[in-house]
């Protein structure tokens, strides 16, 4: 079910001439050349140049992944074929910010064509190392307050790209159908991630007035996730969770203090509910991936990144899973079920 978000080589034939018409024919061909060039520009072909495509992402998990596979997929499909007239580099920072700058200062040493960023931390890093190749990022939450645009309709630097943005009320609005009397919402994040700290001053913006107190479990890094969720045992009817990227990529261990606490997890990354969660409603992120993939064509192709608006998706997906809902002590109501675009056994 959908949820509306409310807000060369030339072909011609040798000739063996002889004197003065040896000119005439040269000039031919030229011209010749010129018409071909001509001819493929207007059918609007990929260029015949190879294109370098630099692709890096903070961490490897299912979400950013699916990015990843989307932006491939979408250049394939526009006729920028990887290996013909296309090379893509891909570098994972393997969730080490470090790491990340490194990786964007190499990309842009490379000379790459267009930067594509997956996660906020590698967009910032490859924003501090360029302001003039194309940084194109996505899966980042608000691009406004992380600083790589000044606005979403535009940039008029070297930076565009895709939000994964999501509206709070429907994310509430499920909190509240799968938990009915809930009054304490755990928040498991990463500090250091500037979309984590946006959404859990949202969250807290947004549940307070409902008599909904929310609890932070900050963790610097995943090894620090268990720790974090088993802070929160006791005092809390759920947790959420956002497209944190330490988050994610430590889902399963996030799994295993759920069930052992009977804490039910809530997720905004679908992903999420083959890993552990009760349900998750968010952004299809190989979709969100095809459409930066559009972003990035559109620039090979010779538009100026900063002429480019911000895409965010407009459609939300449920994803639910009863065995992990038993698993966590709870059941899920049916019309929850019913409403799911997939459920996961």
């Given at each position: 079910?959908?949820?509306?978000?409310?807000?060369?080589h030339?072909?011609?034939?040798?000739?063996?001439?002889?004197?003065?018409?040896?000119?005439?024919?040269?000039t031919?061909?030229?011209?010749?050349?010129?018409?071909?060039?001509?001819?493929?520009?207007?059918?609007?072909?990929?260029?015949t140049?190879?294109?370098?495509?630099?692709?890096t992402?903070?961490?490897?998990?299912?979400?950013?992944?699916?990015?990843?596979?989307?932006?491939?997929?979408?250049?394939?499909?526009?006729?920028?074929?990887?290996?013909?007239?296309?090379?893509?580099?891909?570098?994972?920072?393997?969730?080490?910010?470090?790491?990340?700058?490194?990786?964007?200062?190499?990309?842009?040493?490379?000379?790459?064509?267009?930067?594509?960023?997956?996660?906020?931390?590698?967009?910032?890093?490859?924003?501090?190392?360029?302001?003039?190749?194309?940084?194109?990022?996505?899966?980042?939450?608000?691009?406004?307050?992380?600083?790589?645009?000044?606005?979403?309709?535009?940039?008029?630097?070297?930076?565009?790209?895709?939000?994964?943005?999501?509206p709070?009320e429907?994310?509430?609005?499920?909190?509240?159908?799968?938990?009915?009397?809930?009054?304490?919402?755990?928040?498991?994040?990463?500090?250091g991630?500037?979309?984590?700290?946006?959404?859990?001053?949202?969250?807290k913006?947004?549940l307070?007035?409902?008599?909904?107190n929310?609890?932070?479990?900050?963790?610097?890094?995943?090894?620090?996730?268990?720790m974090?969720?088993?802070?929160?045992?006791?005092?809390?009817?759920?947790?959420?969770?956002?497209?944190?990227?330490?988050?994610?990529?430590?889902?399963?261990?996030l799994?295993?203090?759920?069930?052992?606490?009977?804490?039910?997890?809530?997720?905004?990354?679908?992903?999420?509910?083959?890993?552990?969660a009760?349900?998750?409603?968010?952004?299809d992120?190989y979709?969100?991936?095809?459409?930066?993939?559009?972003?990035?064509?559109?620039?090979?192709?010779?538009?100026?990144?900063?002429?480019?608006?911000?895409?965010t998706?407009?459609?939300?997906?449920?994803?639910v899973?009863?065995?992990?809902?038993?698993?966590?002590?709870?059941?899920?109501?049916?019309?929850?079920?019913?409403?799911?675009k997939?459920?996961?056994?």
């Open positions: 079910m959908l949820y509306q978000n409310r807000f060369g030339f072909n011609f034939s040798k000739a063996l001439l002889l004197g003065g018409v040896c000119t005439a024919i040269l031919g061909c030229n011209q010749s050349a010129q018409d071909t060039v001509s001819a493929d520009s207007a059918t609007g072909d990929a260029a140049e190879m294109k370098n495509v630099a692709i992402a903070i961490v490897e998990h299912p979400a950013l992944d699916d990015v990843r596979k989307g932006v491939i997929d979408e250049l394939n499909e526009a006729g920028f074929k990887d290996g013909e007239n296309l090379t893509v580099n891909f570098q994972s920072a393997q969730g080490n910010t470090a790491t990340a700058g490194q990786i964007a200062k190499q990309f842009v040493a490379d000379s790459s064509d267009v930067i594509v960023a997956i996660g906020t931390p590698s967009a910032q890093s490859v924003a501090a190392a360029t302001s003039t190749i194309p940084l194109v990022f996505s899966a980042v939450t608000d691009p406004v307050e992380a600083k790589l645009v000044p606005k979403l309709d535009g940039s008029g630097t070297n930076v565009t790209g895709g939000s994964d943005a999501l709070y429907p994310q509430i609005e499920l909190m509240r159908q799968i938990i009915p009397n809930l009054k304490n919402v755990g928040y498991v994040y990463s500090p991630e500037v979309n984590s700290t946006i959404i859990l001053k949202n969250l913006e947004k307070t007035p409902l008599g909904i929310v609890l932070e479990a900050p963790a610097q890094r995943s090894n620090d996730i268990p974090a969720a088993r802070s929160l045992e006791g005092k809390v009817d759920m947790i959420y969770t956002s497209t944190d990227n330490n988050v994610v990529s430590a889902y399963e261990s799994f295993q203090v759920a069930k052992e606490s009977k804490i039910p997890l809530i997720a905004s990354d679908t992903s999420s509910v083959a890993r552990g009760v349900a998750a409603l968010g952004v992120y979709q969100l991936g095809r459409e930066t993939g559009k972003i990035v064509v559109r620039i090979l192709n010779g538009e100026k990144a900063g002429e480019i608006p911000v895409y998706p407009q459609a939300l997906n449920l994803y899973s009863p065995t992990n809902a038993t698993a966590e002590g709870i059941t899920l109501p049916q019309a929850v079920i019913d409403n799911a997939e459920v996961v056994e």
